[in-house]
């Protein structure tokens, strides 16, 4: 099958992997792939990671958030452009139809997959799925980010391109339930038509240098972007509040721009030497750090759903998070891990002493959540997941009625 790829400059992080396996999971079912994008959308190291031959079709994307940022930073000034930007947006999305409209009719895929970091998000992407209406190509739209309710700049123009979107695209494909169902609800997108395919890892044995909790230190772990939405700071604080535990200390792997603040919270909450940041890790760097740590605590105040949780899970780690995003949909409290409220430090405190005060529980969370990572987070299976959605839209296939997905449709028309 010819499949083309859509996908504009992003962000480092989980959604550039989901693409990333999304496009490794057609090469390896014998598609033939080119990948559409503006340039840098992918890196040489991203390009190195894939499992078979790509042809990559470099295109102008006008777009608002990395022209910007390339110009004039991340400060006030950028903030307020982009705001202005927004007023240009039916002129942009106009362009970038063009633009790709033209480069289908080059490359005539069978099916084309639009990829987008959230919804509406990157405007290139829906004038992708748009493009390909025009040349009559089935197309499938990845979000793999929470949809965010409509804007009150331009409202008529949204709500004109949510229905000319919603008629253009066969499928949605949604990394978790939860972000299908808003998907549904806050935008109005057909539910028949939301698939979800979770995000998947490569098996690898858990190792551990010695049984959680218990060495003469305690290690707390998280590896995520030091982004504010992360709360950190809530880890950080929760910290703190274990009085009397001197011997459990916090392992930070990661970079980003709260870096500093996060220093400065430490030092002035007296954790500072209690609290490591060792910086971005991979590879076998990343299966190591892992095997040090005795509980993962995942504090995020937004998530879709995170390739950090899953590594956790595969690690076979006792998991403490925050109820946000698809995290309930992969770890269920009380049975793979103890879910708390978001910003709630005094909670995310009290789960950490409970699973101090009982190994047994710990231990017992841990193997539940490598248990629930084999049988639903595994790499095969969203591959399988993902060429099953690209069959489906090139034969026009409508949702099956007894899929995992119908539940969606199911508890929305209630």
Same mark, same amino acid.
């Given at each position: 099958?010819?499949?083309?790829?859509?996908?504009?400059?992003?962000?480092?992080?989980?959604?550039?992997?989901?693409?990333?396996?999304?496009?490794?999971?057609?090469?390896?079912?014998?598609?033939?792939?080119? +990948?559409?994008?503006?340039?840098?959308?992918?890196?040489?190291?991203?390009?190195?990671?894939?499992?078979?031959?790509?042809?990559?079709?470099?295109?102008?994307?006008?777009? %608002?958030?990395?022209?910007?940022?390339?110009? +004039?930073?991340?400060?006030?000034?950028?903030?307020?452009?982009?705001?202005?930007?927004?007023?240009?947006?039916?002129?942009?999305?106009?362009?970038?139809?063009?633009?790709?409209?033209?480069?289908?009719?080059?490359?005539?895929?069978?099916?084309?997959?639009?990829?987008?970091?959230?919804?509406?998000?990157?405007?290139?992407?829906?004038?992708?799925?748009?493009?390909?209406?025009?040349?009559?190509?089935?197309?499938?739209?990845?979000?793999?980010?929470? &949809?965010?309710?409509?804007?009150?700049?331009?409202?008529?123009?949204?709500?004109?391109?949510?229905?000319?979107?919603?008629?253009?695209? %066969?499928?949605?494909?949604?990394?978790?339930?939860?972000?299908?169902?808003?998907?549904?609800?806050?935008?109005?997108?057909?539910?028949?038509?939301?698939?979800?395919?979770?995000?998947? !890892?490569?098996? /690898?044995?858990?190792?551990?240098?010695?049984?959680?909790?218990?060495?003469?230190?305690?290690?707390?772990?998280?590896?995520?972007?030091?982004?504010?939405?992360?709360?950190?700071?809530?880890?950080?604080?929760?910290?703190?509040?274990?009085?009397?535990?001197?011997?459990?200390?916090?392992?930070?792997?990661?970079?980003?721009?709260?870096?500093?603040?996060?220093?400065?919270?430490?030092?002035?909450?007296?954790?500072?030497?209690?609290?490591?940041?060792?910086?971005?890790?991979?590879?076998?760097?990343? +299966?190591?750090?892992?095997?040090?740590?005795?509980?993962? /605590?995942?504090?995020?105040?937004?998530?879709?759903?995170?390739?950090?949780?899953?590594?956790?899970? %595969?690690?076979? !780690? &006792?998991?403490?998070?925050?109820?946000?995003?698809?995290?309930?949909?992969?770890?269920?409290?009380?049975?793979?891990?103890?879910?708390?409220?978001?910003?709630? &430090?005094?909670?995310?405190?009290?789960?950490?002493?409970?699973?101090?005060?009982?190994?047994?529980?710990?231990?017992? !969370?841990?193997?539940?959540? %490598?248990?629930?990572?084999?049988?639903?987070?595994?790499?095969?299976?969203?591959?399988?997941?993902?060429?099953?959605?690209?069959?489906?839209?090139?034969?026009?296939?409508?949702?099956?009625?007894?899929? &995992?997905?119908?539940?969606?449709?199911?508890?929305?028309?209630?």
């Amino acid at each position: 099958m010819r499949l083309a790829f859509f996908f504009e400059n992003h962000v480092i992080g989980g959604g550039g992997k989901y693409v990333l396996d999304c496009l490794n999971g057609a090469l390896a079912h014998g598609d033939e792939v080119t +990948l559409i994008s503006n340039r840098g959308a992918v890196t040489a190291d991203e390009l190195d990671q894939l499992q078979g031959p790509l042809k990559l079709q470099l295109v102008p994307v006008f777009e %608002r958030t990395q022209s910007v940022g390339c110009l +004039l930073g991340q400060g006030l000034l950028a903030a307020w452009v982009r705001k202005m930007l927004i007023l240009f947006s039916p002129l942009m999305l106009l362009l970038n139809l063009l633009v790709i409209w033209r480069q289908l009719g080059r490359l005539r895929p069978e099916v084309l997959v639009a990829c987008n970091g959230g919804y509406p998000a990157a405007e290139s992407a829906l004038a992708a799925v748009l493009a390909a209406r025009l040349r009559r190509v089935p197309s499938i739209l990845v979000i793999m980010s929470q &949809p965010q309710p409509r804007r009150n700049v331009l409202p008529g123009y949204e709500r004109l391109l949510d229905w000319l979107v919603f008629s253009a695209t %066969r499928f949605f494909v949604l990394n978790s339930v939860r972000q299908g169902q808003a998907l549904i609800e806050v935008r109005g997108a057909p539910a028949a038509r939301v698939r979800t395919v979770y995000n998947g !890892l490569a098996a /690898v044995d858990p190792v551990r240098a010695q049984p959680p909790l218990t060495g003469p230190e305690i290690v707390l772990g998280v590896a995520c972007r030091l982004d504010p939405m992360k709360g950190l700071d809530d880890l950080i604080r929760a910290l703190a509040l274990l009085d009397g535990q001197h011997h459990v200390k916090l392992r930070i792997l990661g970079e980003g721009e709260h870096l500093t603040f996060l220093r400065q919270l430490a030092q002035q909450l007296g954790v500072g030497g209690r609290v490591t940041f060792a910086g971005f890790k991979s590879g076998q760097e990343l +299966l190591d750090e892992y095997s040090r740590f005795d509980i993962y /605590v995942f504090p995020s105040l937004w998530e879709g759903l995170p390739y950090a949780l899953l590594e956790a899970m %595969r690690a076979g !780690l &006792p998991i403490i998070a925050t109820a946000v995003g698809g995290i309930p949909e992969a770890i269920r409290d009380e049975r793979e891990g103890l879910l708390v409220p978001p910003r709630t &430090p005094q909670l995310l405190k009290t789960s950490i002493g409970r699973l101090l005060s009982d190994p047994r529980e710990a231990q017992a !969370l841990g193997k539940a959540a %490598r248990l629930r990572f084999e049988t639903m987070f595994s790499l095969e299976k969203m591959h399988a997941d993902f060429v099953a959605a690209v069959i489906a839209t090139r034969a026009g296939h409508p949702q099956q009625e007894n899929s &995992p997905d119908s539940a969606i449709e199911k508890k929305t028309s209630k």
